[in-house]
């Protein structure tokens, strides 16, 4: 049991929150989360869209790529996400593996991840070539939100973290693949990485709304990694990150502060303590009880 249900009401956000954002030319906001607590305070902050992302491998797993994470460790967080989020509408990412052997496996994996983990759509990777799959989900009545241009699980076929639709060529075909997911059913897309002229084209060109990262300021909604934002991380940040503060240095000094207050013994302190006036502790007696 949830301890903050999901809301019922017209506040709650959907697929046709975003839609009806987009028509009315509101920006709206999405971050990942992979944890209760930053779960519930993105909510309440009034983030519209929150994604377990396969991010979460490397964010909060500690892995060098976002390859390794599996259905497992995605259901696991998005449990924990789904129990702080009322009002966003929670967006679960296909780990790499599970959306490509084949239609019916694809399936089974997401479904796994709805009844499991209380996702709202899910949301995998790549352009054309993921119509089939789309299409199968949207008909089990499964929100697919797609995602193309730089896509992290394509890292060794992209030859690293590169940023996408540079040439003609490159730019129309993520054009025509953006139309192709919105023809499957696709209710987004995320446009990571491609140039701010490609994004703006692509937001124009479909008529379901785009969210980016790192894609310029044009696209129907926003998204960032939440440990980008917060500054939660060990290597410098990508371009398209705007750090909103630095919780890194924060609990550095909060940790520092610790061990140097019980080092000093001024931690805990009386006032931290729990007393019993009344007990009287004859310490030579309690030791001879020993
Ligand atoms: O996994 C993730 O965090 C993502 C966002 C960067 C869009 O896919």
Same mark, same amino acid.
């Given at each position: 049991?949830? @301890?903050? /249900?999901?809301?019922?009401?017209?506040?709650?956000?959907?697929?046709?929150?975003?839609?009806? %954002?987009?028509?009315?030319?509101?920006?709206?906001?999405? @971050?990942?989360?992979?944890?209760? /607590?930053?779960?519930?305070?993105?909510?309440?902050?009034?983030?519209?869209?929150?994604?377990?992302?396969?991010?979460?491998?490397?964010?909060?797993?500690?892995?060098?790529?976002?390859?390794?994470?599996?259905?497992?460790?995605?259901?696991? %967080?998005?449990?924990?996400?789904?129990?702080?989020?009322?009002?966003?509408?929670?967006?679960?990412?296909?780990?790499?593996?599970?959306?490509?052997?084949?239609?019916?496996?694809?399936?089974?994996?997401?479904?796994?991840?709805?009844?499991?983990?209380?996702?709202?759509?899910?949301?995998?990777?790549?352009?054309?070539?993921?119509?089939?799959?789309?299409?199968?989900?949207?008909?089990?009545?499964?929100?697919?939100?797609?995602?193309?241009? @730089?896509?992290?699980?394509?890292? %060794?076929?992209?030859?690293?973290?590169?940023?996408?639709?540079?040439?003609?060529?490159?730019?129309?075909?993520?054009?025509?693949?953006?139309?192709? @997911?919105?023809?499957?059913?696709?209710?987004?897309?995320?446009?990571?990485?491609?140039?701010?002229?490609?994004?703006?084209?692509?937001?124009?060109?479909?008529?379901?709304?785009?969210?980016?990262?790192?894609?310029?300021?044009?696209?129907?909604?926003?998204?960032?990694?939440?440990?980008?934002?917060?500054?939660?991380?060990?290597?410098?940040?990508?371009?398209?990150?705007?750090?909103?503060?630095?919780?890194?240095?924060?609990?550095?000094?909060?940790?520092?502060?610790?061990?140097?207050?019980?080092?000093?013994?001024?931690?805990?302190?009386?006032?931290?303590?729990?007393?019993? /006036?009344?007990?009287?502790?004859?310490?030579?007696?309690?030791?001879?009880?020993?």
């Amino acid at each position: 049991m949830s @301890l903050t /249900p999901p809301l019922a009401g017209a506040d709650k956000v959907t697929p046709h929150t975003l839609l009806a %954002h987009k028509r009315a030319g509101n920006a709206f906001t999405a @971050l990942t989360a992979y944890d209760y /607590p930053t779960a519930r305070l993105a909510d309440d902050a009034g983030i519209d869209l929150l994604l377990v992302g396969d991010s979460l491998a490397m964010a909060v797993l500690g892995h060098s790529d976002t390859l390794s994470v599996t259905v497992d460790e995605m259901i696991h %967080h998005a449990k924990a996400v789904r129990r702080g989020t009322r009002r966003a509408l929670l967006v679960v990412d296909m780990p790499f593996g599970s959306y490509h052997v084949s239609v019916e496996n694809t399936l089974r994996n997401a479904i796994r991840i709805v009844k499991e983990s209380g996702a709202e759509a899910i949301k995998l990777e790549g352009g054309a070539a993921q119509t089939a799959n789309i299409r199968a989900l949207t008909d089990a009545q499964i929100p697919v939100v797609a995602h193309i241009g @730089l896509t992290p699980q394509s890292l %060794h076929a992209m030859g690293g973290y590169r940023v996408q639709g540079r040439t003609r060529a490159a730019a129309l075909q993520l054009a025509d693949d953006a139309l192709a @997911l919105e023809a499957a059913g696709a209710i987004a897309i995320v446009l990571e990485g491609i140039p701010r002229e490609l994004a703006t084209h692509i937001t124009s060109l479909v008529t379901i709304p785009t969210i980016g990262i790192g894609a310029g300021p044009d696209t129907d909604g926003q998204i960032l990694v939440v440990h980008d934002l917060l500054q939660l991380t060990f290597t410098s940040p990508a371009k398209f990150v705007r750090p909103f503060a630095d919780a890194g240095t924060l609990i550095r000094e909060a940790l520092a502060n610790y061990r140097d207050a019980v080092h000093a013994r001024t931690f805990p302190a009386d006032a931290e303590s729990y007393h019993a /006036p009344r007990l009287e502790l004859d310490t030579e007696a309690l030791a001879a009880t020993r």
